[in-house]
């Protein structure tokens, strides 16, 4: 079987195949840069925290070594696993033999650690062995070895970590004998293990790891999750998953088992599976996802909220929502050919996700508001980016997910390939197959993307450029045309612009996105952001925060009207930013004074005009922790 | 010293002194409706829950009698409390052998628990009597203690629960003890002993319960309490009392604290108390309050949010919080004589808090949203009202406020009667002192009051009558005027309209408060209320409720014209309400078809004229559990 080195790599029932991430170099752009960044900076932390937080020395406790405290939380271990899954994905990509080591050394600490039996979990095994399985609504055991398998499956594609692949089949294992033939019907409050439990399927060809993650799934909904004190949609065990209709509770928990249920549906051809996702996701779209691709609207639970239940100041947006969000879109993706899943990635990459890293890449949140006033900013899951967290899921979700991007870039069928995002590089097919793209762009800041076919198979085969659904008019330039003769570039019902030919090396298509910046306006259903208006360009999400502004305009002042133009304005190095592309807007300033009941018998009135500067939202708060605001009133 | 059965009792350096709760009958409205369904539905329930919610039996597991489970929260001891305080003003109010019957046994239970050394409090006693005052951040000891010591001086000045007074005492005298002479520096991390110290002060003259009260709050501010995990602000103790600006963390608490710093400040003279508890409501009015005058914009932590925060769907506004806002408003109005707190006191009353409790009585909010949307309903503490809660700090709370609520009608001075909220009934002066009023009144569905002086002293004095700031044009008429002479009563800054003679007996005022129905705009920084308006009249705030539209017209899909007419529509008895006036006016049905990404390059389209009826806010979910805006987008 072909070696694809990369997440999420299903069977032939895939309209699409992934690329590997060794298939395809990123070599410019935003995306190089976080990669760069992940490599330089935050993977070294990362690391360093795997001692500093208790990641590692729990587990060294666990397999008898030192007898320290156990430290943090009970899923400190996954912190742990992400952080090898990540390391694995940026050995394929930029190898160093520092990953290997460390890979080596905590596999190692793994096995010591591993019960004969199988099990292995450092807190149950050094603070509640007499608890193991007996609190799976809130234990995290089954989401710490779903982490612990994803980790070993990214290992033995990238070839480190000797024995992780070991440690991860006999707790795999265990967990079969305990929860599919050994008739305990538990299901882990948190979804994790399902999406995990299905790649080592794929990994390995073991069967029954499949069976468990379907019979973890279909067991849903029946009542077998204890509550947790968060009410009963928290664990989305309401409903069983075929019934259920909208996401709901804990965005990670719902986003994850939906990763989950589309992986079992790609095993097993389960229609009723596929159907119930997509049923969820088109409500997700419609009345619970921000403007920046983020979920999740509240901080109480970590919840999804009601429909078009989406504050700005208040989003919760959690970064591994949008890490867990990007994971199931590409199942659908993959499972559909649908380019609107690719549209939701774009989207949730360049803002919710960006936005989660400092610019220099040791700095992170937690939790990606749309609107940051200027008082109180002191709350710990809020105010600026940190370092790291008490609870650290979110720093190396990101980095496991920015070692993997590319391979989320391209894709490939029987008789062709389909580009998803537009990245300056190199895509190829796979091993041995004789296509292979070059793609020039300085995307997303400029719309021109020429893709060159470098190498082209024999016969006729089709290239596929996702359109995407913002770009209002789109040019198509082709090199075999007479010059200068670009057309409409028509995409199909799935959202891509397809060529079907018999390829030459070296021949080009020209593909011109829209990049006008526009003005986007909520649906009035969006209570939160009644009566404002966003600004967009091209895939990017803009803000305004108070360091741009000239002296004594306030962003919270600012007004927006719908007819003023917005200029673009390239900056190559904008101070802590780096290079961006900036909007600037004539605004009217209005100020309503204070005092007494903010409610009155007459609505404000206009206010003075000034220029008001908007910056990319996934580059916010790298400069002076003042006001940020996504959405602004109409004047 | 004259006898004043009523809650908070200031020395002579008050502005306005109370008139007690035996001196103010109110015989109509909406107050003696609730009064009414108080006294028959909502306290026998209360009284049936302190068995079955544990309150009582822990008690007695303290006192050695059985050795069942300790049952509920560690503050499970302040239910029966504040139960007792509910059943001690309803004695004053409405007598009843069982209310003296219950007060005794439940004195006798609290004796029989109490230690020798005077500590009470039935969670520690019985779970973790090792750690009695360890853990103050959260173990609400002199929470409870508080409100026992509030429950004993009212069943003192009701004469009821003999034995309770003495159980209070000792316990003051306990708290005294260790953290005033004894060294010990810990503050409760629940707000809620000063001000009740400070009372029992009042009645028993006692001083080192008010030292104690003014040291509780001048330790606050310097890290006393340790972080309960809720961050630093949920407590009040990121800064000392004088230097805070604004309200912050969980409402209750600071609304508590409030009442205690100006209950001390009444007591000491220390003005820089007052100014700063006054300083910190300016900030609270003007950018923490919902128009229905509740308090607390965030779940998470049950806390006031940051300046203009005020989600309508996610308000908080607890019920706990808008008893403690009256509380301390009624304090700033004895302290200051200034009409706004009388307002917010009126704002507070007939929106927020009479919202709390169904028009039967026997059911309850914990949380007074602005807003509900018609999925996920099921939440434990949104969706509909419930008859009892595990944390059922409302109910008993709602109750001893309703039986006390006489207590804030009206105020004396040396020299004349102040009338702050209009009911029809009886208001005397005190003890002996001839000053009788009688007022006749269908307020609030009606704005002419009457107001007639039975019995007057000899000699010049002053009648005042407040003017509500929502009254655009008030006309008063005089009984010694020519017939029809009504004039524009012009209120003084304080809010007060008033007249200075010797009065006769028989004398009448009419004040015809302005009742015109209004629309009512948000300060442009209120995010989540933008572009959309409400609807008042008089101190009612009102509400579109999904059960009073026509077939068809969905709450969801209105927008209101400004210009539209407000019509009243006056009904005997709707049903599941009771009396009430509906407001129609003209809407538009806007209909935005749901698809895809919420977010589009146009703005949403005008929609077709519907009627739209709205009900007063504070009687609403007595129908179907439907959808409620009180904010409606401007079309």
Redesign the interface.
Same mark, same amino acid.
């Given at each position: 079987m072909e070696q694809i080195l990369g997440p999420a790599v299903p069977s032939s029932r895939a309209v699409l195949r992934p690329i590997g991430i060794q298939d395809v170099v990123i070599t410019g752009g935003p995306l190089a840069r976080w990669q760069r960044i992940n490599h330089e900076a935050s993977i070294p932390l990362g690391l360093e925290q795997m001692e500093r937080s208790g990641a590692l020395p729990n587990l060294r406790r666990a397999g008898g070594e030192g007898d320290g405290p156990f430290q943090g939380y009970r899923f400190q271990d996954s912190d742990l696993y992400k952080q090898l899954e990540a390391i694995a994905w940026e050995h394929v990509r930029a190898p160093q033999p520092l990953y290997a080591e460390f890979a080596e050394q905590a596999a190692a600490v793994l096995e010591r650690a591993q019960r004969p039996d199988g099990y292995l979990n450092s807190h149950y095994q050094v603070v509640k062995p007499d608890k193991i399985y007996a609190e799976l609504e809130y234990s995290h055991e089954m989401y710490c070895a779903g982490h612990l398998l994803q980790a070993a499956v990214a290992a033995a594609r990238a070839g480190i970590g000797d024995g992780l692949l070991a440690v991860a089949r006999r707790l795999a294992g265990h967990l079969v004998e305990v929860f599919l033939t050994g008739g305990n019907d538990g299901i882990d409050g948190h979804a994790e293990v399902e999406t995990a439990l299905v790649e080592l399927y794929r990994l390995t060809g073991e069967r029954t790891y499949l069976e468990l993650a379907g019979n973890l799934i279909d067991s849903r909904g029946k009542g077998l999750i204890a509550d947790s004190g968060m009410?009963?949609?928290y664990a989305q065990d309401h409903l069983p998953v075929r019934d259920a209709d %909208?996401p !709901?509770g804990h965005a990670v928990r719902q986003l994850y088992l939906e990763s989950g249920i589309v992986d079992v549906y790609l095993e097993t051809g389960d229609e009723s599976l596929l159907e119930c996702s997509v049923r969820r996701w @088109?409500d997700m !779209? &419609?009345?619970k %996802?921000y403007?920046t691709g983020g979920n999740g609207s =509240? /901080?109480?639970g970590e919840a999804f909220? @009601? =429909?078009? @239940?989406l504050?700005?100041? +208040?989003a919760y947006s959690e970064s591994c929502a949008a890490i867990a969000g990007i994971h199931w879109n590409w199942r659908l993706l993959l499972a559909t050919g649908q380019g609107?899943y690719a549209d939701l990635i774009e =989207?949730t990459l360049y803002n919710a996700f960006a936005a989660s890293t400092s610019a220099d890449g040791v700095r992170f949140f937690y939790v990606n508001p749309l609107?940051r *006033?200027d008082?109180?900013v @002191?709350? &710990?899951y809020l105010g600026r980016r940190r370092e790291w967290f008490a609870c650290a899921c979110c720093p190396p979700n990101i980095m496991r997910l920015v070692a993997s991007l590319s391979g989320y870039v391209a894709t490939k069928t029987e008789s062709g390939l389909q580009v998803h995002q537009y990245v300056p590089g190199t895509v190829q097919a796979g091993e041995g197959a004789p296509a292979r793209l070059k793609i020039d762009t300085d995307y997303p800041w400029d719309g021109l993307i020429r893709v060159t076919v470098e190498e082209a198979p024999a016969g006729e085969w089709e290239l596929a450029l996702r359109i995407p659904?913002w770009s209002e008019s789109t040019l198509a330039g082709l090199s075999w045309d007479e010059p200068g003769d670009a057309r409409p570039a028509q995409p199909g019902e799935d959202g891509y612009f397809r060529i079907r030919r018999q390829w030459r090396h070296g021949e080009t298509v020209e593909l011109r996105l829209d990049l006008t910046p526009? /003005?986007?306006?909520? /649906? *009035? +259903?969006?209570? &939160?952001? =009644?009566?404002? !208006?966003?600004i967009e360009r091209g895939p990017l999400v803009y803000c305004f925060e108070q360091a741009d502004q000239a002296r004594g305009v306030e962003v919270?002042d600012l &007004?927006l009207s719908?007819g003023a133009r917005l200029r673009v304005v390239p900056v190559a190095n904008l101070e802590g930013v780096g290079r961006t592309v900036l909007i600037e807007t004539e605004a009217a300033a209005?100020d309503?004074p204070?005092?007494? #009941?903010?409610?009155?018998?007459?609505?404000?009135a206009a206010g003075t005009l000034v220029t008001a500067t908007a910056v990319p939202y996934f580059q916010w708060d790298n400069r002076d922790g003042g006001t940020m605001r996504v959405?602004l009133? #109409?004047a």
């Open positions: 009410g009963m949609l %909208t !709901v @088109e !779209v &419609a009345t %996802t403007i =509240r /901080h109480d909220g @009601e =429909r078009y @239940e504050p700005p100041d +208040r609107r =989207r609107q *006033r008082d109180l @002191e709350d &710990a659904a526009r /003005h986007t306006y909520p /649906h *009035r +259903r969006i209570d &939160a952001v =009644r009566g404002c !208006v966003a919270d &007004a719908p209005v309503q204070r005092g007494g #009941l903010p409610y009155t018998s007459q609505p404000f959405w009133p #109409l």
